[in-house]
């Protein structure tokens, strides 16, 4: 049977997907989304010249000559309009945020004068025209777009919603995911221990990969190594828009998932993959044509991820997160790299891609990337220990201690213990 | 004012903070969560010497000598167990996980076989002992310690802690967070706009960012410059494990939050630090004496953010989020840091930490990062276009175009548009 490369695999994968339509959210819920729409600025921000510190207006003309001293004829804070307009001599006392008055044109900070009587302050430095002001419109110009759709919403995005009022945004809508275990030595975690069989940790570790795109799987359970009770689960899984089933996909005599998937006019477009872990790994398009008034895309996508769960996870990583991330609207769809030295040997093997569990250490000239040790697939705990993934491409060759390698970065690793700079 | 500088101001955080009590959690509510509990494994897994492959289970005595014609005696399948024992010249058909036979030490693939007759099969490679075989408790032994108080939950732990059936964790709980805006200057969502007045950014910039961190934030709204209104508000807030306050703890003269906080007895602990931007930082403790049943902590933590946004999610990054993971019993408390070349020169400003946003591209010799033009804190759109803060430490000296810089990678900027490898 054909394994294909790790590139093309993806790439079919990329082509196949389609994007979800849209929905609408409420500012709170939007966190993570993707825009599925432009965002106008509904204001000029500032609404004019505002004062970037808590200090005096002044016309830095007055200021050729320093130490001066200049009156205060108003008091400006925050949310009041200057009511006076600003001769030679003269100043206001100004608070951040607030409007400059006619005659100002710069700022001078609290601590760069002195009071010296209820209305009198004398300026000690210099200043630039335009020091400590912020002009009209340098956060954003009224009707100018603010963002555009394709937008992932981060906090800096949901400031700017907040910013136009936008309490109700259109965003992409999250794919429907099931998750099905397969397989006769599969224990459901309801059931007691039997020493004959597997927990059933690919369920959960799914789950925990699709929630931590921000999508709620639905949890079809185990389904038996039986072609019928495995076609009633399959045609459960195919109302969704993705369907992951992990186990069944290998060239083993007892695999039932092959022939039933393709029963159901599943169109398979490859079965197994050149990398480890992982190789069992299989994509298929169901092309549906009963058509929806919501307009939404009508394919279901069904991927076959291998029985064992840390496999299960790096295809998952590999292929499936892409995969969402693209039906999301997101425009990133890959881990962040880094690159780091190797602080051991390490044995490539030929024809396939490896995607080896390591842990990061941090050092003066960088990153320092250690194996989690057994790269054995069975080792769920190493990929829970495990910072990123090293990739060892197929046409490598051997590398030595020391050599620069690419890490992508996994999930719960962007945090570190060091502040990653000195004080 | 005594301005500290950012890593004191970090250190008399993290000093203060307690961590929260426990509460349990569902798997499915898990991910993200930090372990209050060791977790022990159940069982022996794999329970016994299982088949890694699909393949023939045979005893490498017999591959001395190759090709060699075996007598297929049994076909084992994952979750069966084997009834026969293998003699010389014997071998049983394997699907992967399923237990090895006795008298059998190694894993023929599929692949490197050739079926003879029906109940015969010929093997073309020679086996080392205990090839292509998971041995009894690799994955874990039965009472061992898998997981340790302290570890956060991420996919890989969900997969973990799904194999050892704990179906409900004990997690530290989350701080509940209230957020407060004041100033008379600010308006509300609701309200319609107003050229003379400021929206409401802060809220909800915070409220994502606390959201990231997977608290569902209170929002308490806009606090007027008004002691008794404000009073009311911080009251409700203090009601709370952390209260969030934007604007008002500058040394303006119509700021209120100062005085009203000290008034409720709130410890402080400072107010400004040595930063751009932000420098407006304050921190205190309310310290309480009744006791709860549930033994929850019960100070109260509160931080006084800059009311400027771009400044105030600095703060938060730099600051807040440190204090809610410890709070949450993480034990990385930081971004992940990297380092990039500059594309451009950048100015030191003395006796300060400057926080600059940059964007980051990526070429073969590592990552450029390039800031993301102004940075004057009133532009919130260059937070949202920023993939990380260029950290100048205050005892810095000037940068050229190429010098290496250290970049703490933002939410968001996980992800990326290359594979980072080639194939």
């Known amino acids: 049977m054909e394994h294909i490369k790790v590139s093309r695999a993806l790439h079919i994968i990329l082509d196949s997907v389609t994007m979800m339509g849209s929905?609408?959210?409420?500012?709170?819920?939007?966190?993570?989304?993707?825009?599925?729409?432009?965002?106008?600025?509904?204001?000029?921000?500032?609404?004019?010249?505002?004062?970037?510190?808590?200090?005096?207006?002044?016309?830095?003309?007055?200021?050729?000559?320093?130490?001066?001293?200049?009156?205060?004829?108003?008091?400006?804070r925050a949310g009041d309009m200057p009511s006076v307009v600003l001769r030679n001599g003269q100043c206001a006392r100004i608070m951040t945020g607030a409007p400059l008055p006619l005659g100002a044109d710069a700022v001078i900070r609290v601590e760069d004068s002195k009071q010296v009587s209820a209305n009198t302050v004398q300026i000690v430095v210099t200043a630039k025209s335009g020091q400590d002001v912020r002009a009209k419109g340098e956060n954003m110009h009224?009707?100018?777009?603010?963002?555009?759709?394709?937008?992932?919403?981060?906090?800096?995005?949901?400031?700017?919603?907040?910013?136009?009022?936008?309490k109700h945004i259109k965003v992409y809508r999250h794919p429907r995911v099931a998750i099905l275990s397969t397989g006769n030595e599969i224990e459901a975690i309801d059931e007691p221990v039997d020493p004959n069989k597997i927990p059933d940790a690919n369920t959960y570790a799914l789950m925990a990969q699709v929630q931590a795109l921000g999508i709620q799987p639905v949890l079809l359970g185990i389904a038996h190594d039986d072609p019928l009770e495995l076609e009633q689960y399959l045609l459960r899984g195919l109302e969704h828009d993705v369907l992951l089933?992990?186990?069944?996909?290998?060239?083993?005599?007892?695999?039932?998932?092959?022939?039933?998937?393709?029963?159901?006019?599943?169109?398979?477009?490859?079965?197994?993959?050149?990398?480890?872990p992982g190789h069992p790994l299989a994509f298929g398009v169901l092309h549906r044509t009963i058509s929806q008034a919501d307009a939404q895309p009508l394919d279901a996508f069904v991927f076959g991820l291998p029985g064992n769960p840390v496999s299960s996870m790096v295809c998952f990583e590999e292929f499936v997160a892409p995969a969402l991330r693209r039906m999301m609207g997101n425009m990133r769809l890959h881990r962040r790299t880094i690159t780091a030295r190797l602080a051991h040997p390490l044995k490539i093997h030929p024809r396939r891609t490896e995607?080896?569990?390591?842990?990061?250490?941090?050092?003066?000239?960088?990153?320092?990337?250690?194996?989690?040790?057994?790269?054995?697939?069975?080792?769920?705990?190493?990929?829970?220990?495990?910072?990123?993934?090293?990739?060892?491409?197929?046409?490598?060759?051997?590398?030595?201690?020391?050599?620069?390698?690419?890490?992508?970065?996994?999930?719960?690793?962007?945090?570190q213990n060091e502040m990653g700079f000195e004080e």
Do not use: C
Not at 27 to 52: H, K, T
Not at 157 to 166: N, W
Not at 382 to 408: C, F, K, R, T, W
């Open 142 to 166: 009224s009707s100018e777009v603010v963002l555009t759709a394709g937008t992932e919403i981060t906090p800096g995005v949901v400031g700017i919603l907040a910013t136009v009022k936008a």
């Open 355 to 415: 995607f080896i569990r390591v842990k990061l250490s941090r050092d003066e000239t960088g990153y320092l990337a250690t194996t989690t040790g057994t790269q054995s697939s069975g080792v769920l705990l190493s990929m829970a220990h495990a910072d990123g993934l090293l990739v060892m491409p197929a046409e490598g060759s051997n590398l030595a201690a020391g050599a620069i390698v690419v890490i992508q970065l996994l999930d719960g690793t962007a945090f």
């Open 23 to 76: 929905e609408l959210v409420t500012l709170e819920q939007s966190l993570g989304r993707v825009l599925n729409e432009r965002i106008l600025s509904n204001r000029d921000l500032p609404p004019y010249d505002v004062s970037a510190m808590d200090g005096f207006a002044v016309n830095s003309g007055d200021l050729a000559t320093i130490p001066v001293n200049l009156q205060i004829v108003e008091d400006i």
């Open 245 to 276: 089933v992990s186990g069944g996909t290998s060239v083993g005599a007892y695999d039932f998932v092959r022939p039933t998937i393709e029963k159901l006019n599943v169109s398979m477009k490859f079965w197994r993959v050149a990398m480890k």
